[in-house]
């Protein structure tokens, strides 16, 4: 099961960079990019990606997906409060 993850993993860090050099591509243009992975795969990679707010997948129409990277959030800073 860890192999699968990670494996889950690196396909989608794959696939994110994929998406972020070339936007409004569609989910059969990355499974190309993939031949070591099935359509179903390289799916379940992006809606990861999308669950965790990475991407946005629109269909556009039966079976047809575009994916759309979205930026990066930044990381949230830590209030510190000053006493004086």
Known sequence: MEETMAGGEELGSRLLKIVQQTPDCDVDSL??????????????????????????????GPGHYNVTALPEKPLHQSHVIHRS
């Open 31 to 60: 499974a190309a990019h993939c031949p070591d992975m099935t359509w179903n795969q390289v799916f379940l990679a992006l809606d990861q990606l999308s669950r965790s707010g990475q991407v946005i997948l629109k269909q556009q």
